[in-house]
């Protein structure tokens, strides 16, 4: 007998009136039109809200072009090139600054990238099980500190040892020419440098270990089984394979070195001079921004500052433009390969490895005992070699480990020691900031709090994730579900690189679109919140994205069988299966949102207060770690380490929730 056939559906996916009983009983006509014109809502609901944020990305780079473009026609090309910034007599110039983030990118690229291979590559191919895990979360979590923390352990920590140590040992090597230099204050392009490799180290190794990760594991087994060491295996069958991710981490590593902010304005000097040596103090363009956009006074000052963000946008999006397209590639090409076999085939026959001993080939013509022993001899002697090349590839792998985890430790263990009296006392979360006082016989300093700032930071958080939740759930809905398109494609790859935008200029963004439409809402909780918010949306987005795609496509179709209508589906199932997922997303978006500093910075202000009202400015945990970061009395140093204590608290307790919050069947730590 024929099994009936299922019922007919309708675009929306609600099955037709009057259709065969199947998996489900037949519709009312009224309950199907309901269920259609629901459908059709649901559906439009989602592209409407993703139309949404393709205006407001149009939004963004009108706004920015807009407000640049005083500056674009008075000075033209020669605005790139000049190396003035004189607001006495309007001539200004972005050539020192150019010139300092590319020369403090490129060096921390130097720096960072080996290091970072080296972590990927123990990580990936050589730790053992039970070691594996705990330096992967270490690692992933040292990605999540704040810049501001970082920032302050370098005002702390590295500028002291820079000037006292460090600088003038490379100086004496170098006989103090240039590019080095004389020792300085330690406030200087070469400080900044090493603050922004131990930024991005992280970041590159977390993706070179999945582009590692995602090289077949019979490459490996094919190099292991024709006698190559564990370094072998992994230069010849997994390192040649991963290089286009390799690649992709190195340029978005990249793009947040061009794009960060605080941690470089806080230890480069900020001065706007073309940098003569790496011990010179200098200027990026993202810590000029910060240091002028909001005492720019309005006109050709601040539309030149206003060009500065947009020079780094052009920078630093075909930066991430490049990266995304290395990443695709390398998502879509089909593992392995013949080139590989046939690499592993002529190192074979070259290098003599031989399966089970790796001692090589014996010439079958080579006669007498004698001659066997010398040949055998002279493999034996490759063995130790290659040996030696092994374990001296396995401890410099350890050691960039160390290298990279180091800094990380050494920012826990200095905010424990210099704010961890205060995170004890209760009253550290609900008083005001205390007045300036250092201790003195005799001398009893007030021990205040951050109450008021903790009190903005959660407001505005809460203001961001009433913007992005919905937003980005709505705008992942439908690019999962029904955005398998063109435009759904372009949306999915738009989001992409606004993940990569830096947080300065989608603050100068946010501040001249509320300037044009409220002025005195410029430096006010809402506009920090919407802030926020927009640094929140790609996130959201594209997790949301990514984890309703990871549903199996079998669940649906069984919904859908049954008689479900697709909207239903997507609410019920989809949503309901990937729950997980979409809460790491967010918490991870929140935790990017809650540990940043130019954003609320140039968009909120600050305030010593309790919250006055949105339209107010609005203080922040980050911005008090940045105003008392160089403060002169003990005890506002104490309480802004508090604060980066408390702040480190959130991060590693969002982290660990991320972690715990989603339990893939691919997990990244588990030995290949």
Avoid at 20 to 42: D, H, K, M, Q, Y
Avoid at 464 to 492: C, K, T
Wanted: net charge positive.
């Amino acid at each position: 007998m024929v099994p009936p056939s299922p019922p007919a559906r309708s675009a929306a996916g609600a099955p037709a009136p009057g259709g065969e009983e199947g998996a489900a009983p037949s519709v009312r006509p009224s309950r199907w039109a309901v269920l259609t014109w629901l459908g059709r809502v649901f559906h439009g609901l989602t592209l409407a809200v993703t139309i949404g944020v393709v205006g407001l990305v149009a939004a963004f780079a009108y706004f920015l072009f807009a407000g640049a473009w005083q500056s674009i026609a008075y000075f033209g090309l020669g605005f790139l090139t000049s190396d003035t910034w004189d607001g006495v007599h309007n001539i200004y110039g972005a050539g020192p600054a150019i010139a300092g983030t590319l020369i403090t990118s490129a060096l921390a690229l130097v720096i960072a990238v080996p290091i970072a291979l080296g972590v990927a590559i123990f990580l990936s191919e050589l730790a053992p099980a039970f070691l594996r895990r705990p330096l992967i979360y270490v690692v992933d979590l040292s990605a999540a500190v704040p810049s501001v923390v970082y920032g302050f352990w370098a005002y702390i920590v590295l500028v002291p040892l820079m000037r006292m140590s460090i600088e003038p040992a490379l100086s004496s090597f170098a006989g103090g020419h240039s590019p080095i230099g004389q020792p300085g204050t330690g406030y200087d392009i070469f400080t900044a440098t090493i603050v922004l490799a131990v930024m991005i180290i992280p970041t590159i190794a977390a993706i070179s270990r999945e582009a590692l990760r995602a090289v077949p594991r019979i490459q490996r087994e094919a190099a292991l089984g024709l006698g190559a060491t564990r370094w072998e295996s992994t230069r010849l069958g997994v390192l040649r394979s991963a290089r286009s991710g390799i690649a992709a981490a190195v340029i978005l590593g990249l793009g947040r070195a061009l794009g960060e902010t605080i941690a470089v304005t806080m230890v480069i000097g900020n001065i706007y001079i073309l940098p003569g040596t790496l011990f010179s103090a200098g200027s990026t363009l993202a810590s000029w921004i910060v240091d002028n956009f909001t005492e720019a006074t309005p006109g050709i000052q601040r539309s030149a500052v206003i060009e500065l963000a947009v020079i780094l946008l052009a920078i630093t999006v075909a930066v991430n433009v490049i990266a995304r397209l290395l990443l695709r590639r390398m998502a879509e090409r089909e593992a392995g390969g013949s080139s590989t076999r046939r690499r592993l085939r002529t190192t074979h026959a070259h290098t003599g490895l031989a399966s089970g001993t790796g001692t090589g080939p014996v010439d079958p013509a080579a006669p007498g005992v004698g001659n066997r022993e010398a040949v055998a001899s002279r493999f034996a002697a490759r063995l130790r070699t290659r040996q030696a090349v092994q374990w001296t590839f396995v401890v410099v792998a350890s050691l960039c480990v160390v290298a990279a985890i180091a800094p990380f430790a050494s920012v826990l263990y200095t905010a424990a020691q210099y704010g961890g009296s205060e995170v004890i006392r209760p009253s550290f979360y609900t008083a005001v900031a205390p007045l300036g006082c250092n201790p003195a016989p005799g001398v009893t300093c007030q021990a205040g709090g951050i109450g008021p700032y903790l009190q903005g930071s959660l407001i505005m958080l809460g203001l961001a994730a009433l913007i992005s939740v919905p937003v980005g759930l709505l705008g992942g809905i439908y690019l999962s579900e029904y955005g398998r398109n063109r435009f759904g494609r372009a949306v999915s790859f738009l989001a992409d690189v606004m993940t990569g935008v830096p947080t300065v200029i989608l603050a100068v963004f946010v501040f001249a679109l509320f300037l044009y439409f409220d002025h005195f809402a410029a430096l006010s909780a809402i506009s920090g919140g919407f802030a926020l918010g927009v640094l929140m949306l790609p996130i959201t987005i594209r997790s949301s994205e990514e984890a309703f795609r990871s549903v199996s496509p079998a669940l649906r179709e069984s919904a859908l069988a049954l008689g479900f209508p697709k909207h239903r589906v997507t609410v019920r199932i989809v949503l309901g299966s990937s729950r997980s997922a979409v809460v790491t997303g967010l918490l991870l978006a929140a935790s990017r949102a809650a540990g940043d500093t130019a954003t609320v910075l140039l968009c909120a202000g600050g305030s010593t207060l309790w919250f006055q009202g949105l339209n107010t400015p609005t203080g922040s945990i980050p911005v008090f770690i940045y105003d008392n970061f160089g403060s002169n009395y003990a005890n506002l140093q104490a309480a802004a380490w508090g604060a980066a204590l408390v702040l480190l608290a959130i991060m590693l307790a969002i982290g660990l929730g991320a972690r715990l919050a989603v339990r893939s069947k691919y997990d990244p730590t588990q030995a290949v």
